[in-house]
């Protein structure tokens, strides 16, 4: 793969890759353990409305995806703060309205009709340097409040009521967060795709979260997770001349269902080593 980076377009991907990796970490082991994949799931088909919106009136697409799904994210925020025994639903309706905006604006733009497999699958080779940019500042911009709003966030996650009596300002964090994750969720889909965004959000973090022990170990772990599930799928996509976005979480996957099978074969030896142990001891006790 080094002969590939002569590429401008490689050397785009890799970095675009690695500043979603690493926001993909953080903002996806709050994700797992907030239990808002769901809502992730709706900010991200929601985000087609702004792509739709973007192409229909020339506007940036980057700055007008996040705006509209900055939007999305916060009625969804607000809805699962109040009314949480209707969250799922009111989630699912701003999810297909989304979309379907988006697809209509798309179907009304003049002119050349926009690739749509590349939104929903990704175009990580097509990231131009001019987003990189954009990437970039908002890499900054979430770590840089995760990293000053960390110990609130950290109370929040695990024990919401705890953090209220401490004086923790809990429903401001919260919608912070949604914030946070609409703007990763934009980034994410210029890599895999929107179908396939809460994938790269959610199996880093849940592999990790059994071994590491704090909310900063996570976010690291699946960071760096993260990144070698980015040049894995890289390496496979330009190896085979396959599509990047879906290489990227077929490694994922993959690594996912291999990490849980070997957690099984390892419960399950200890079982029979604990079954033939208390076998022996019995055979010791009735000699």
């Excluded at 239990?35 to 792509?51: D, M, P």
């Excluded at 022990?213 to 001349?241: C, E, I, N, P, R």
Aim: glycine share 10%.
């Amino acid at each position: 793969m080094p002969e590939a980076l002569q590429f401008e377009f490689m050397r785009n991907a890799l970095i675009a890759g690695l500043l979603v990796s690493l926001i993909c970490g953080v903002i996806g082991a709050l994700v797992v353990i907030n239990r808002i994949v769901f809502l992730s799931g709706g900010i991200a088909h929601a985000a087609y409305g702004g792509i739709g919106l973007a192409f229909y009136f020339g506007w940036p697409y980057m700055i007008c995806t996040i705006g509209f799904s900055l939007a999305a994210g916060m009625v969804m925020a607000a809805v699962s703060m109040h009314s949480k025994h209707r969250a799922d639903t009111i989630v699912g309706v701003i999810w297909a309205v989304g979309m379907a905006c988006g697809i209509i604006l798309l179907d009304l733009t003049p002119g050349y009709n926009v690739d749509l497999m590349s939104y929903l699958f990704g175009s990580i080779l097509m990231v131009p340097a001019s987003d990189l940019w954009i990437m970039l500042v908002i890499a900054v911009v979430i770590v840089g409040l995760t990293t000053f709003f960390y110990e609130g966030l950290l109370a929040m996650s695990y024990d919401e009521e705890f953090a209220r009596i401490r004086g923790v300002p809990v429903r401001a964090l919260y919608f912070m967060l949604i914030g946070m994750l609409a703007m990763t969720i934009v980034m994410v889909i210029q890599v895999v795709g929107l179908i396939m965004v809460i994938a790269l959000l959610t199996i880093p973090p849940f592999i990790v979260e059994k071994y590491a022990k704090s909310l900063f170990q996570m976010m690291l772990g699946s960071g760096l997770l993260g990144a070698v599930f980015t040049l894995g799928g890289l390496w496979f996509s330009y190896t085979f001349d396959l599509t990047s976005g879906a290489c990227v979480i077929m490694v994922a996957g993959i690594t996912f269902f291999l990490v849980l099978l070997i957690e099984r074969l390892i419960i399950f030896f200890k079982g029979k080593r604990t079954t033939v142990a208390s076998g022996k001891d019995k055979a010791f006790t009735n000699g």
